[in-house]
C-alpha cells in the first residue's frame, strides 16, 4: 500500500496548521510624513512616556527606549530565537541546553515559521494589521538607531558590550521572538522532548538525547508554564470606596532574563493612549489601563496542547494509520553549528519528526516511541499570531463589555487570565485564553481508557490518533479552528470582585462559582492553594471591615497595604498546632534518620510575627518546613467552603516533624530567628537591598522565591512579584501607586538599575502618571525626541 504523507492527509484532520507559504511577507506600508519621530518624556525612575503621530513611530520611540535601557537583554533574546547560542555561549557537548534550543529554534527557521505567520490565517481573524505591523517596523529602527548611534563597543552595560552577539535587528527576530512567547506553555514547554524524539531503530548520539523538560510538564498538576504566576482583583463599585472600578495588578514573573517586565506609557493622540507594562522586547502594553479601562493577566491552568496517540504501521515507525490508511512522517533535518577544540565549531545535525497534528514528541515512561505506538502534540498557539492586535484593541477598549468583546473577536491570549475594571464600577474575569478544542464529548469519545485519569487528574488529553473523528475540530464562534469558542470558555462579570492566583477558573467569585466547563480548562470543585484562599480572605475581610484596617471597601492605599500586607495565611493556620507539636517532641527524625533538637526551632516559630516583613524573625524557618511538605491536613476539604478548607494540623501525622527536623538541618549555619531583611535580599552593585514576601507554598500573597544559598541565606530573587499596579478609575481619570521591584533597567550603571528596589524595599510606589497634569507635576520630568529620515524597505 503506497504511503501518503503527513501534509497529504485529508483536509478533515487539519485543525489549526497554517498551510505553508513561500516568499517574504509585503513591507508595510512606507512613513508618508517621510520618517520615524517620537518625543520620549523620562519620568522619575525612568518610566518613558512615548507620543508618536503614527504607529510606526510610536514603535520607534518603544525601540529606542527600550534599547537605552536594556539592549543586553533585547540582544539575548535574539540569539535565542536565532538558534544561536551554542555559538556565542558555548555547550558542553552535544545534548547541552544550549544545543537542545538552538535546534529547536532552527528548525522554526528552517520551516519560515514566522514568515508563514506573516502571511495571516486562511482561516480566522485577519493579522497581523498592519498598525502592528507598522510598530514591529518601528521598533526594529528605534533599536538599530540607538545601537548605531551609541555602537556596540560604547554600550555601558558590561553584559554586552563589545560582544560580538549584539547587532541590528530584523523584523523577522522580532516576529520570532514573539513566536517564541506564543508557544512558551505549549511546544516549547516540551522542547527537550521534541529535540529528543526518535524512532526506536534510531542510532547515533542524537537518539540519546533525554528529555527533563517534558517529563516536568506531563508531571506538573496543571497547564501553567513553569516559573510565572501572578494574583490579580478587579473590583467592582460595590468593593471601593468611591463607587468606580479599581485593579491590582501583581504578577510574580522572573527578575532576569527575556521575561522582564518594563514600565512605559504609549500615546498615539486620538488613537491609543495607554500607561502599564510589558514583557522587554514588545511594543505594545500587555498589563495596564487607559482612561476608563484598567487590566491585569493571571497565568491560567488551561493546557496548550493535546497528545495524539499514534497506532504505528507494523515495521515502520515512522509511518501512522488514520482511519485504517497509513500516512507517513515527514522528517526535517537541522544543523547547528556549537564550539569545538581550538576556537573551531562543529556541526550537531537532529532529525525531527512531525505529524499532520504537530511534531512527535517522547517523554520517557510516559509517552515513549515504540515499534507500535508514538505522540505527537497539536499546539494551538503554534499559529497564534494574533496577539499584538489583540492587545493593541485591548488598550482602545472603553469597558470591560467592550473589552470582552475584543477578547471574542480576537481569542489571542496564549497563556494567560484577564482581569479587569472599568470606571463604571464593572470587574471581568475571563480565561478567555487560547485552548484546544476537548469538549466533553471529544473527551469522552476519543481519549482512550488507560489517559482517562491523566486527564481527570491534569487536564492532559491523550487523543485517539486514528480516527479522524478524534480530530480537535472547530467551535462555531471560534476565531480560527481547533481552540474552543468563547461560550466554552469561563467569563464573570460582577459589581463587587473577581480575582485569581493561578489556580483555575472555579473561585473567581466563591459568591457564583464557574462551572460545568471542559477539564482542559482547570479543574473545579477542588482544593484551592494557599495563595488563593489568602487573596479570596483579603477581599472578604477588606469588604466586611474584619482585615483591622478602618473602614470597608478598598482605597488605592488600602489596595497597596492588602498586596504588601505580607500575611503568611499558612502559618496563620497551623503556626500553633506546630509549636504545640515541637513543645511535646524537642526531637525529631529527618529524612536522612538523624536525631534533631527542635528547641530553637520552637522558640522562633513561637516568636514569629506570622508575616514575611523584612523585620519578621523565623519566617525562613517556616518556609524551608513547608517547602519540606510539612503542612498535611487533618480536616477535608468541604467544596461548599472552599475559601476556609482544609485548616487544621495533622499534628499526628510523622511526616510534620519530619519536615521541621529537615528545615533546621537544611538551615544549619543561618539563626532560626534571623530577621527575613538580613537574610533575604537582592544585589545592586556592592549594596544588598534587603527584600519582604515569601513563597506561595507558605500561604504567601506577595510572593518571592530565592534559593537557599546554604549557611548564607537568600541571596538572590529569581522571581516573585514584578509589575504591581493599584489603579483606580473613575470621572477625573485614573490614579494610584505603581512599581517595578526589580527597577527599570538591567544595565549596572544605569540610574535606574536598583532604585525601584529600593523603593520596593520599604513597601513605597510611584505614582500612576497618566494624565498631563499628573506628569507634568513630576519634579524628575525630561524631554527629549528621536528619530531618524524616511525609512527603506
Known sequence: MRLKPAGAVATALVTVVTTVVTGVPPAAAQHRDGGYSAEIRRASYGVPHITARDFASLGFGVGYAQAEDNICVIAEKVVTVSAERSRFFGASGPTDANVRSDLFYRKAIDERTAERLLQGPRDGVHSPSDEVRDQIRGFVAGYNNYLRRTGAANLTDPACRAKPWVRPLTELDMWRASWASMVRAGSRAVLDGIVAAAPPTATGPAAVLDAPGAAAVVAARDGAPAGVGSNAYGLGAQATTHGGGMLLANPHFPWEGAERFYRMHLKVPGRYDVEGAALIGDPIIEIGHNRTLAWSHTVSTARRFVWHRLALVPGDPTAYYVDGRPV?????????????????????????????????????????????????????????????????????????????????????????????????????????????????????????????????????????????????????????????????????????????????????????????????????????????????????????????????????????????????????????????????????????????????????????????????????????????????????????????????????????????????????GIPLDARLGDIQTEPRGDRRIPIHGGRAEAGVFNMIISPLAPGVGYPKVVHGSSFVMAVELGPNGPSGRQILTYSQSSNPNSPWYADQTRLYSGKGWDTVKYTEAQLKADPNLRTYRVGEGSPRH
Open 328 to 668: 507517513r512522517m515527514t522528517t526535517r533535518t537541522v544543523t547547528v553549528r556549537v564550539p569545538g577544540p581550538g576556537g573551531t565549531t562543529v556541526p550537531v545535525s537532529r532529525t525531527f519528526h512531525d505529524t499532520h497534528f504537530g511534531p512527535v514528541v517522547v517523554v520517557p515512561g510516559t509517552f515513549d516511541w515504540s515499534a507500535t505506538a508514538a505522540y505527537a502534540i497539536t499546539d494551538v498557539n503554534a499559529t497564534n499570531n494574533r496577539a499584538f492586535d489583540g492587545w493593541l484593541q485591548m488598550g482602545r477598549a472603553r469597558t470591560v463589555r467592550e473589552l470582552k468583546q475584543v477578547l471574542d473577536r480576537h481569542q489571542f491570549l496564549p497563556w494567560v487570565n484577564v482581569i479587569a475594571s472599568d470606571a463604571r464600577g464593572e470587574a471581568l474575569y475571563a480565561d478567555h485564553s487560547v485552548v484546544p478544542r476537548v469538549t466533553h464529548e471529544l473527551a469522552a469519545a476519543c481519549i482512550p481508557a488507560p489517559f482517562q485519569p491523566l486527564y481527570a487528574a491534569s487536564g492532559q488529553a491523550v487523543l485517539d490518533g486514528s480516527r479522524s473523528a478524534c480530530a480537535l475540530g472547530r467551535d462555531p464562534d471560534a476565531a480560527v479552528p481547533g481552540i474552543l469558542g468563547p461560550a466554552n470558555l469561563p467569563t464573570r462579570f460582577r459589581a463587587d470582585y473577581v480575582t485569581n492566583s493561578n489556580d483555575s477558573h472555579w473561585l473567581a467569585n466563591p459568591e457564583a462559582p464557574l462551572e460545568g466547563y471542559p477539564r482542559i480548562i482547570g479543574n473545579e470543585r477542588t482544593e484551592r492553594s494557599l495563595r488563593t484562599r489568602l487573596g479570596l480572605d483579603q477581599v472578604r475581610g477588606r469588604l466586611a471591615g474584619t482585615d483591622g484596617l478602618p473602614g470597608r471597601g478598598f482605597t488605592t492605599a488600602r489596595l497597596w497595604q492588602t498586596v504588601f500586607g505580607n500575611r503568611a495565611y499558612g502559618g496563620e493556620l497551623v503556626r500553633d498546632d506546630l509549636v504545640a507539636v515541637c513543645t511535646a517532641h524537642p526531637t525529631a527524625t529527618a529524612s536522612d534518620g538523624t536525631t534533631v533538637d527542635l528547641r530553637a526551632a520552637c522558640a522562633a516559630l513561637k516568636g514569629w510575627d506570622l508575616h514575611v516583613d523584612l523585620d519578621s524573625r523565623g519566617a525562613h524557618l517556616f518556609t524551608e518546613f513547608a517547602l519540606a511538605g510539612g503542612i498535611r491536613f487533618a480536616d477535608a476539604f468541604d467544596a461548599g467552603d472552599p475559601v476556609r478548607t482544609p485548616s487544621r494540623l495533622n499534628t499526628a501525622d510523622p511526616r510534620v516533624r519530619t519536615a521541621l527536623a529537615d528545615a533546621v538541618r537544611k538551615l544549619a
